[in-house]
């Protein structure tokens, strides 16, 4: 490849990172990979940036299948399972996208270890496999750093829909301890708003349970549309909190 079309390619891969629709995108980098020849990483890249138009627009086997390419490449292969997976899991192949990140989670490298195995334990979570979830979480939490408040919260909540025997007074305490850790991180906004959603709601703080889950859900409807895609599962369980808190609310009047 010659450096003229090199550079080329290197522009539209970053007007395809900085476009602000999907169509943008997907037009940037269809552009940049019939100018980036063999460079594999640069093909990589303007894949990526293919995929989450694909995702954005909801072509969903579109997505899985340029996913799918990114990883032939072998150019970040965990970063290409995790997207292979969040792709899945909106098609509703749910087996499929645990075992992708159970590879991210074998492949990656060690920083960002915990980060894939927190991705498969919440995964399994909302897959109603509690216990798996718990295991991959308690790894989360030994391979985390910054975010590790956020995972022990979710293991805990992984456990306590998993059935674990606990004295009420022990897992008042657990429950108390793990939201206040959390509100006091960084990884308390954001996603970390939906886990603490979840706690409250677990303590039976209904207006702190609602304040969190619809500051989750604001700022992710106001987010990229491959996030909304991403978050779906944790965006459908937060609206199904709020309706039973109405539901609770409506009890205790």
């Not at 007007?15 to 269809?30: C, D, L, N």
Request: proline share 1%.
């Amino acid at each position: 490849m010659s450096a003229g079309a090199e550079s080329r390619a290197g522009e539209l891969l970053r007007k395809a990172t900085q476009a602000e629709s999907s169509g943008a995108r997907a037009k940037y980098a269809t552009r940049g990979l019939a100018q980036a020849g063999g460079d594999r990483t640069l093909r990589a890249m303007l894949l990526r940036q293919l995929y989450l138009s694909q995702l954005e627009s909801g072509l969903l086997e579109a997505a899985c299948a340029t996913a799918r390419e990114v990883l032939k490449l072998g150019v970040l292969p965990d970063v290409a399972c995790q997207d292979l997976a969040r792709a899945q899991l909106a098609s509703g192949h749910y087996r499929e996208a645990v075992e992708e990140l159970r590879r991210a989670s074998r492949t990656g490298p060690a920083s960002r270890r915990a980060f894939h195995l927190w991705t498969l334990g919440t995964t399994l979570y909302f897959g109603q496999e509690y216990a798996a979830a718990a295991n991959a979480l308690e790894r989360a939490v030994r391979w985390g750093t910054t975010a590790r408040p956020l995972y022990r919260a979710q293991l805990l909540l992984a456990r306590l829909a998993q059935g674990r025997k606990n004295t009420v007074a022990r897992t008042a305490t657990a429950l108390a301890q793990a939201r206040h850790e959390l509100e006091d991180s960084a990884c308390g906004q954001g996603y970390g708003r939906y886990v603490l959603g979840e706690l409250a709601h677990r303590q039976g703080d209904l207006a702190a349970a609602r304040r969190f889950l619809e500051e989750f859900i604001q700022r992710s409807d106001t987010g990229r549309a491959a996030q909304r895609v991403a978050l779906s599962a944790e965006l459908a369980r937060a609206r199904h909190l709020l309706s039973t808190l109405e539901l609770e609310e409506s009890a205790k009047v």
